[in-house]
């Protein structure tokens, strides 16, 4: 359990009682007028609630940590403890140039996702030090299916190198408000639940701090009782993450059902489900009911730890998954965007990724360092010396995203986890 603060507060930094809480007057301006311009949609359709944000201290250094669920969520727990916060931020979104350039107006900083970031960590010291709040989502990525993700010793190494003060969020209809994989949102109110300061003693460990932020941070995502919620198109996008029918396993045969938004169905085995506010899909036929989660759980048991796409296929020819077209980016080492480096057929087989025809790209499982989905959709693959962006001409991107994943977890012998 965390303990009384062990570690004084940075009095003679305190934000609070410098001009505009620390910030440049124009990056003060720019957060003030989102605040204020954000107000309406908060308190109107969004419904957003706080709980025990009234705790938050006004002043010193301090650790904002939220579960993470919706491209929102920066905003919304953010916006409650009323005094600007630092962002640490994916660095895609940062590269765009109108929204990165808002983006740091408002006080984010770029981190890159699953690698060692030795320049964002030296900045986020020096907000830290200067009694800044900061905002860290430790679990990385938004959640898929609403499920808390499984953190890390990175997040409790950090608490105890800071000797931070730290304040839990937890959103807790985050979820159901805006799923990951969903185009649209839900009319469903967003709840925050806020808990700290909390502090620990220097004889705290890593895992120990790690482990009450996990368990702060696991709560079940619900639908407050009393209030109205509906949504509409709620199966828009539901068949890019379930890239196979949780029936009959056929791959890329869900669809949006053509009269109605609010149900998928299999073009294969005709199984139709209606999917609702809290992501049950409820059969309309002879077929199980169940929840996202739970349909998810179904295609990655089914497919398992090395995924093949056709078990045939790949027992003559050594293929895991093909798309007839494609190609393959990487980052710019230089400036902003990705450059193609490979057009053509992509095909995964038990040694990696290789695209083109004649004289193909290929990226071996080993070499990979982390896959990761960015916004859009768009799954990217780091290497030790480069970003890679997948872009397939057929099939769901999410659907290659997690071959790679799983095959690239497999080869390197590496714990299971889900895409992030």
């Known amino acids: 359990m965390a303990t009384d603060p062990a570690h004084p507060p940075h009095d003679a930094s305190s934000t609070s009682r410098r001009p505009f809480y620390g910030l440049g007057f124009w990056n003060w301006l720019i957060y003030r007028s989102t605040w204020l311009a954000i107000l309406p949609l908060l308190r109107g359709p969004i419904r957003l609630k706080g709980f025990g944000h009234d705790k938050i201290p006004q002043s010193g250094p301090l650790l904002l940590l939220p579960d993470h669920h919706t491209m929102l969520d920066p905003f919304m727990a953010g916006w409650l403890p009323v005094r600007p916060s630092r962002f640490m931020t994916s660095e895609q979104p940062l590269k765009q140039p109108i929204l990165g350039r808002w983006l740091r107006a408002l006080g984010s900083f770029p981190k890159k996702k699953f690698v060692k970031d030795r320049a964002s960590m030296l900045e986020l010291q020096g907000y830290y030090d200067e009694g800044h709040l900061i905002t860290i989502f430790p679990a990385g990525a938004r959640s898929w299916d609403g499920r808390p993700a499984k953190l890390g010793t990175g997040i409790g190494r950090l608490v105890k190198r800071l000797g931070a003060t730290v304040v839990l969020s937890r959103l807790v209809t985050a979820y159901y408000f805006w799923p990951r994989w969903a185009t649209y949102p839900r009319f469903v109110p967003v709840h925050i639940e806020y808990e700290g300061p909390l502090t620990w003693p220097d004889s705290a460990t890593e895992e120990e701090i790690t482990a009450v932020i996990q368990q702060g941070l696991a709560s079940v995502q619900r639908i407050p009782e009393g209030y109205v919620t509906f949504g509409l198109r709620m199966a828009h996008g539901l068949p890019a993450f379930l890239w196979a029918c949780p029936s009959c396993f056929s791959t890329d045969a869900l669809r949006v059902h053509r009269r109605n938004g609010n149900r998928v169905v299999c073009v294969d085995c005709h199984a139709q489900w209606a999917v609702e506010v809290d992501t049950t899909l409820r059969a309309q036929r002879d077929h199980p009911s169940w929840t996202v989660a739970e349909a ?107 071959f790679v994943h799983e095959w690239r977890c497999a080869v390197q012998d590496l714990p299971r986890s889900p895409l992030g």
């Open 296 to 402: 998810w759980d179904r295609l990655a048991d089914h497919f398992g730890r090395r995924p093949v796409a056709d078990r045939e296929r790949f027992a003559a020819e050594g293929v895991v998954l093909s798309a007839g077209a494609g190609q393959l980016l990487r980052a710019r080492k230089e400036g902003r965007g990705f450059e193609a480096v490979a057009l053509g057929r992509l095909v995964l087989t038990a040694e990696g990724l290789s695209v083109g025809d004649n004289d193909p790209w290929v990226i071996r499982f080993e070499d990979i360092v982390a896959v990761s989905v960015e916004l859009g959709n768009k799954v990217q693959v780091r290497t030790a010396d480069a970003l890679y962006r997948m872009v397939p001409g057929d099939g769901s991107v999410l659907k290659w995203g997690h």
